[in-house]
């Protein structure tokens, strides 16, 4: 070991990388993760644009077969290190290189592949376990069999744990349902169904309780021992749900603090140095250690820097300097490891090796290549990549860069070459037992989508008309409003004259009634936000089209506005005698009452809540209001506001209704 320019130096003839101790099997590798955005800043009281680095030259991986967490103090970047990796972020602003399972892979492959489970848990109340896993199933599995379908959806309650709670509605605030930690595994199954070869979540113990979240912990823990590259956040993990995290990225910053197996964060502190009081985890210690250094003058930018070059960061004031000479306390994490025993024997040579240098990983001087280190203790067969360089791989670097654009995710195969990660036949679990990515997934796995267009249409019809059936309050409310308003509406204007009266009466109901059905629609606005989150949610990974969806809805509602229209055009059109055909009558009103239906929905898919939808749609509706032609005549409109009767959906209902009644021969009387 020798130092140059302050720098502490390891000689790099000590393993050949090219030679891992354990064959790869596949996983997620990525280089160089980079995101950066536009913030405004004050300075010196005036405002100006500055570029941040949301994530700055991340580089790791993630091992197939295996749970990896990410961690770190609030606003590390964990959701947005996730989000990049699971083509969630803009194309174009994330900068970097992304290979999955030795494949190049992009933004729209990863989404096909990869289920993303977020914080929230977003499904139908009133649909249960068994219905909800199985229309998961429906639009995920394709042209696989009904049977097929029933099959692994049993398989899969059975797996998750559901079983008592097969038949039991999900529930919500109203409706009492499945408990948390029931509802996070409906989460996970309606998203891992198909068998994804790569699955993220997003604090997937955030609002349960120890037990609760420890048992989803243990779910995913099994589903990445069946085969698939497990990537989550993790906030502050118990002891227990440490012990089934198999590999950690801890960052700061936006930066790389620590990345490598959990046994390897006490020997990590011990390098620089800190003692671990016993019976403390090594893992808090570390984010402990990191926000002290966020907090002080030093910054983060000094843990980065060690985790890079081994470069030992600064001590803080009044920080004592202290050496261990053990790291029991992460013994304990290191039985789960013991089953890798011929890989690890190997793996422990090239640790001893290794030892003897500065902080027993190889190391070099901070330059412009790629560096690539072995972690000791059990997990040493674990390749870590940090964003520091090595000499000899300066020609690797520079060879990636040519072939890849910025923001592109490219293939990256002479590291995965060297990456050594664990074989799934390494532990005692029966991959049988798990589900795998079914055939009907992998041959369509080429579609973008899993149905047909009219299959899609039917999945959706069924399922809203399910739904509509359990919560027929939205629809029975609206037509006992109409009911009573048209019976209202009869007995007011009751046998109308054929005078001048007469006429101003009826243009007064016809006006009346055209509000009415607009206003009617307003109680859609919560319905369909609470209702978008999951639209969003199935349709990032391409489980349906929005078109599909849209066409759904459109049909499954047909039904019951029509009968919403003829209720009031009944009651009304008798007692006030009116005149045209009837079915001419109740067209008009059941298209109003369509497209002011639609008009909320569109307002209710682009405001963020339903209180800013209300003021949206009450002023829209004021100023359809004006401008229909009720207080001005379409043509004494001034022409910079005609377009607003052309787009006012009320201009339509109203005119439509005075041609039925007034486009004839009749006179009337003025007296």
Known sequence: MTQANGHRRVDQTVIDIKKPPVSFTGGLVFECLTYTVTKKKKVEEKWSNQEVDLLHEITSYAPKGCITAVMGPSGAGKSTLLDGLAGRI??????????????????????????????????????TVYETLMFAADFRLGPLSLADKKQRVEKLIDQLGLTSSRNTYIGDEGTRGISGGERRRVSIGVDIIH??????????????????????????????????????????????????????????????????????????????????????????????????????????????????????????????????????????????????????????????????????????????????????????????????????????????????????????????????????????????????????????????FANSYLGEIW???????????????????????????????????????????????RLSFFIFTVCLFFFSSNDAVPAFIQERFIFIRETSHNAYRASTYTIAGLITHMPFILLQATAYAVIVWFALKLRGPFLYFLLVLFVSLLSTNSFVVF????????????????AFTALFFLFCGYFLNSNDIPHYWRWMNKISTMTYPYEGLLMNQYQTNDTFGFG
Do not use: C
């Open 90 to 127: 803009a194309s174009g602003s994330l900068k970097g290189r992304v290979s999955l399972d030795g494949a190049t892979v992009s933004a729209s492959l990863i989404k096909r592949t990869s289920a993303y489970i977020m914080q929230e848990d977003r499904l139908f109340p009133m649909l």
């Open 195 to 448: 068998g994804p070869s790569l699955l993220f979540l997003d604090e997937p113990t955030s609002g349960l309780d120890s037990t609760s979240a420890h048992s989803v912990i243990e779910k995913v823990h099994d589903i990445a021992r069946g085969g698939s590259t497990v990537i989550l956040t993790i906030h502050q993990p118990s002891s227990r749900i440490q012990l089934l995290l198999d590999h950690l990225i801890i960052l700061a910053r936006g930066q790389l603090m620590f990345q490598g197996s959990p046994q390897d964060v006490a020997l990590h502190l011990s390098r620089m140095p800190r003692k671990i009081p016993k019976g403390e985890s090594p893992i808090e210690l570390l984010i402990d250690v990191i926000q002290e250094y966020d907090q002080s003058e030093v910054g983060v930018e000094a843990l980065a820097e060690f985790a890079r070059t081994g470069v030992k960061p600064p001590p803080l004031s009044g920080q004592q300097q202290h050496s261990v000479s053990s790291v029991a306390p992460s013994s304990h994490l290191s039985h789960r490891y013991e089953e890798n025993s011929q890989d690890l024997s190997y793996s422990s040579q090239v640790s001893r090796r290794v030892v003897d240098g500065f902080d027993h990983s190889l190391r070099s001087s901070h330059n412009n290549n790629t560096s690539m280190s072995w972690s000791t203790g059990n997990s040493a067969a674990f390749l870590k990549f940090t964003p520091s360089r090595l000499k000899n791989d300066h020609k690797l670097q520079n060879t990636a860069r040519t072939n890849a654009s910025p923001g592109y995710y490219a293939h990256w195969s002479e590291i995965l070459e060297a990456t050594p990660t664990p074989r799934s036949s390494d532990y005692t679990v029966n991959e049988k037992d798990y589900l795998a990515p079914s055939n009907a997934t992998q041959e369509h796995l080429g579609a973008k």
């Open 459 to 505: 999945i959706l019809m069924r399922r809203n008309f399910i739904n509509i059936r359990r919560t027929p309050e939205l629809f029975l409310s609206r037509l006992m409003v109409l009911t009573f308003m048209g019976i209202m509406m009869a007995t007011m204007f009751f046998k109308p004259k054929e005078t001048l009266q007469g006429i101003t009466n």
């Open 603 to 618: 307002v209710s898919s682009v405001v963020p809540n339903y209180i800013l939808g209300y003021a949206v749609v009450i």
